[in-house]
């Protein structure tokens, strides 16, 4: 995620300084969709993904409100959300808490070297929370179930213009509001050998079960790589795993997920995406499912983007899965398979 936090978009704002030393700026991002699954789920809500989260009706995916502040050895930012994104993403937090896409304070402590604090986006996996910053609408099975967002201390410098680390201290596994008295580390490795490659390594380390339960250790590694094949073709490939300590014993539970995702630009106006992806938590430990199999799903989808001008974007998608078990609510029960076609516009400003 944090090559997409870096190609936010930031438009110069009614707050901005002439000072080019200290500048604070405020932009925004409106994503609206329509979505039609094809399970015509009774509740309305789709089921083991997040976004589009409703089926067949316009709605609001995300809305944010963004304020940054950039200074010499400073920098801040405050950036407030809505939409069905955060109604997915955030129910577990507090109604005050969901409102809040990143409150974060830095300081560089020395040069290249900062040090923040406060909220902000996953310092895990390939996409990010804004749509338009992704390959394809929809994200993928790997981001949904991997943080979105955190809240802790992070760490971070370029050791070679190739090379940057990250060292983090976190509440824990996407959560702002602590859930026991543990806490949580993670580290971010990217490399660049050239233009045209890069490479990240993630990890994540910690206890995530209640104090009044027993503790159970959690060991994540999200592993990505970005290529630029050419001037019109890019591939980005993605494999995370998982392991968490089992209630009784010594033995651990594990999870994993492979993507890949296939993107051409036909125009500099139009772009093409294709993916293709498996998760399998046979255990249950991330997406219990209470069936014989749990969560062990392919998904495959087709994404068509024109970009109307430099800051709005219109999207259309085609996905689809297929599970091992039935766990996918429909009227007539529950199914193995399921799909949407979704249709959105988001502008930035």
Same mark, same amino acid.
């Given at each position: 995620?944090?090559?997409?936090?870096?190609?936010?978009?930031?438009?110069?704002?009614?707050?901005?300084?002439?000072?080019?030393?200290?500048?604070?700026?405020?932009?925004?991002?409106?994503?609206?969709?329509?979505?039609?699954?094809?399970?015509?789920?009774?509740?309305?809500?789709?089921?083991?993904?997040?976004?589009?989260?409703?089926?067949?009706?316009?709605?609001?995916?995300?809305?944010?409100?963004?304020?940054?502040?950039?200074?010499?050895?400073?920098?801040?930012?405050?950036?407030?959300?809505?939409?069905?994104?955060?109604?997915?993403?955030?129910?577990?937090?507090?109604?005050?808490?969901?409102?809040?896409?990143?409150?974060?304070?830095?300081?560089?402590?020395?040069?290249?070297?900062?040090?923040?604090?406060?909220?902000?986006?996953?310092?895990?996996?390939?996409?990010?929370?804004?749509?338009?910053?992704?390959?394809?609408?929809?994200?993928?099975?790997?981001?949904?179930?991997?943080?979105?967002?955190? /809240?802790?201390? !992070?760490? &971070?410098?370029? @050791?070679?213009?190739? %090379?940057?680390?990250?060292?983090? +201290?976190?509440?824990?596994? #996407?959560?702002?509001?602590?859930?026991?008295?543990?806490?949580?580390?993670?580290?971010?490795?990217?490399?660049?050998?050239?233009?045209?490659?890069?490479?990240?390594?993630?990890?994540?380390?910690?206890?995530?079960?209640?104090?009044?339960?027993?503790?159970?250790?959690?060991?994540?590694?999200?592993?990505? /790589?970005?290529? !630029?094949? &050419?001037?019109? @073709?890019?591939?980005? %490939?993605?494999?995370?795993?998982? +392991?968490?300590?089992?209630? #009784?014993?010594?033995?651990?539970?594990?999870?994993?997920?492979?993507?890949?995702?296939?993107?051409?630009?036909?125009?500099?106006?139009?772009?093409?995406?294709?993916?293709?992806?498996?998760?399998?938590?046979?255990?249950?430990?991330?997406?219990?499912?209470?069936?014989?199999?749990?969560?062990?799903?392919?998904?495959?989808?087709?994404?068509?983007?024109?970009?109307?001008?430099?800051?709005?974007?219109?999207?259309?998608?085609?996905?689809?899965?297929?599970?091992?078990?039935?766990?996918?609510?429909?009227?007539?029960?529950?199914?193995?398979?399921?799909?949407?076609?979704?249709?959105?516009?988001?502008?930035?400003?």
């Amino acid at each position: 995620m944090l090559v997409c936090i870096a190609m936010l978009y930031s438009g110069q704002g009614a707050f901005a300084q002439a000072d080019s030393v200290a500048r604070t700026t405020v932009s925004g991002f409106v994503d609206v969709y329509y979505a039609y699954a094809f399970s015509r789920p009774p509740s309305r809500e789709r089921s083991y993904t997040t976004q589009p989260l409703r089926h067949h009706e316009f709605n609001l995916n995300l809305a944010m409100i963004d304020l940054k502040h950039q200074s010499t050895g400073v920098r801040g930012r405050f950036a407030f959300q809505t939409g069905t994104y955060v109604q997915s993403n955030y129910a577990i937090e507090q109604q005050l808490l969901k409102s809040i896409l990143e409150a974060s304070v830095g300081a560089e402590i020395i040069n290249g070297l900062w040090i923040d604090a406060g909220i902000f986006p996953s310092h895990i996996g390939f996409e990010g929370i804004l749509s338009r910053d992704n390959w394809t609408y929809s994200r993928s099975l790997a981001a949904d179930y991997s943080p979105y967002y955190e /809240a802790g201390v !992070s760490i &971070s410098a370029p @050791l070679t213009d190739r %090379l940057s680390v990250r060292a983090l +201290l976190l509440n824990g596994w #996407q959560n702002i509001q602590e859930t026991n008295h543990d806490k949580a580390v993670g580290t971010q490795v990217q490399f660049k050998p050239s233009t045209d490659v890069l490479l990240n390594w993630s990890t994540f380390i910690g206890n995530e079960q209640p104090d009044t339960s027993a503790s159970q250790l959690r060991i994540f590694n999200d592993l990505y /790589a970005q290529l !630029s094949l &050419s001037e019109k @073709l890019s591939l980005a %490939l993605w494999f995370d795993i998982g +392991l968490q300590k089992q209630k #009784q014993g010594t033995s651990y539970d594990s999870w994993h997920t492979g993507t890949a995702i296939l993107r051409y630009v036909l125009h500099p106006q139009w772009s093409v995406s294709m993916r293709g992806e498996y998760y399998t938590d046979k255990r249950g430990v991330i997406i219990p499912t209470g069936t014989p199999e749990n969560f062990q799903t392919a998904s495959g989808s087709v994404n068509l983007d024109f970009a109307a001008s430099p800051n709005v974007l219109w999207r259309l998608e085609l996905r689809l899965f297929s599970s091992k078990d039935k766990i996918y609510p429909s009227e007539a029960g529950p199914k193995s398979t399921d799909g949407f076609l979704a249709a959105s516009a988001a502008i930035s400003f």
